[in-house]
């Protein structure tokens, strides 16, 4: 398990480079990576490159065994080039060009932007190809679905739609124009969403594949890099690294054309005293496993405390560095790289720190990286080992999009009942898939299926057959309230699940920050929030009721016997012990291997191979824990990463 520093030579007096190099060889480090803003650097004027700075610092890093990820450094064009082209810039929703001064401010499908990017691109290809410390390759950075209203978006967005519908009254129909007079009658009158109005203020089936049409836009960016990168330098692994942002492009189909996933990883430091908060950064690492279903690797990695776009915020906790890289080691990471090096003292960044203060003096965080060096590099023998899982969850970004569009009540948002059901889940020291929604189920024993809001047929069948073969199938409320166009359909809800679920809603009550409880059979009440379909039985029987509001004693959380298999329907949005009572039945039923009385906050993920084998028992907490496994007792400290071989 290979640990990894982002650095940045363009930020540092060249006196200073050979003496990192050193101490990073000392502590363990084994890969940088570099480049992904020094474009100004490396073409310094227009058709004149300069490699020669970047040569060295490789020679450095390769003399000392350091394999190095080289960018493209695309994500920041030089201003001679803003000089010379204006024109290349993103375009702001009120028809304005952005203002120069922060970066990504290119917009990635103008042609000369892309003749620009292309040639710097296949200049360092070809320049490292030869160089066999350049193990890899990082397409720009945090590449986003950007909403840019420039001409050529424009023009390619009305491309993208005569593509899928072929003429305008297919258009027409499938978003229903004739609401509010919205027909088109020429091409030229189809156009991005202009103007500050809130989205759910537009046409929702218009603005979904306005989304899907920004995801493919910026996934053509990076396949289009990918290609030349593995023209001009063939044999590098490819990848670009992502994050959780407002207008995250579709993973699934973004990963497709690269050889693996990279995520930025910047866990909390400052823990919530809420109990409810899903804070643990345990289910995005599952979900970047899940987004090719292999290892991936961290490409920014927390070292220091957060700061700069924002006030700063107090610095990793004793034990946080170690415990949150092993922690994405024990979910599936094999390489994580620390973001950065040495704190910068110069930019706009110098208040997000890095493993190193201004001071350059290595202190408390450093000697902990220091630390987990040494042992991630003795975990070596665990490298290859996998993650089993019996439970799924499934991820669809037509759902994140679609509840992005049209907010459902206050307080909801998609994730939030994936991240409870896999928190759930967790909190039985299971492991836990992630994965896209178009994924096959074979294998696994629980499939969750939460808000399957925007439906896709083949879905539906796949959870069905999945269910009548004997899986247990995890459904909640919003689900099969869309068709593939996000218009409702017209069915009672579930839609298309409900003869699996063996339930229908006859209304529905969205009740935002209200709440209300549900009993239990076994007269245990719980608190949910924010949704509650009011339910009737066909031929599910009923686990939960609402005690309160309306609708006092309707059915709230069902199980229904389908096939072999069994469906749960959770009506509402619960608390975190609603997923957790849920969790534990559905997983009783199943006889999956639980740990019971696991503490909150204690996390376990199992990984498995032919040699080795481990348990990673994580205490992501500020409190120290112990509770007994397989007849032994186990303390842990704060953040403490306990691997245990078995
Ligand atoms: C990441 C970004 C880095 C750096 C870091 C700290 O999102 O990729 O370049 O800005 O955040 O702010």
Redesign the pocket.
Known sequence: MRVGVDYYPEHWDKSLWAADADLMKRTGVKLVRMA??AWCRLEPRDGVFDFSWLDEAVALFADRGIDVVLCTPVSCPPLWLYEKHPEIVHVEKDGTPTRLGIRSHRCVTNPVFLQYADRITIEMAKHYAGNAAVVGWQID??LEAYFCYCGHCIDRYRTWLQEKYGCLENLNRAYGNVVWSGEYSSWAQVTPPFGTLPHAWQNPAYMLDYYRFCSDNVIDFSNRQAAQLRQYCPGRPVTT?V?FCEHMPDFYKQFDGLDFISY?N?PATRLPSDPESCYSHAFHLDMMRGVKRQPFWIM?QLSGG?G??APMEKPPLPGMIRGYALQAFAHGADTVVH?RWRTANIGA?MH?HGLLDHSNVPGRRFREFADMCIEANALEKLQGTEIKADVAILFAFDNEYAFRIQPQTDGYYYMEQLQRLHRAFMGLGLNVDIIGQHEKLDGYRIVCAPEMYVTDAGVVERLNEFAMKGGTVILTTRSGVKDPNNNALMTLLPGPYQEMAGVHAVEYAPIGWEAVSVLFGDGTELQAKQWCDILETDTAEVLASYNGDYYCGAPAITRNACGQGQVYYIGTVGTQPVYDRVAGMAAEKAALPVVAGLPPRVEIVTRTGREASAKFIFNNDDQPKSFVMDGQEISLAPFEMKVVLI
């Open positions: 992904e803003f950075n945090e690294n994050w930025d910047y920014e957060k700069c776009w973001f960044e997000w």
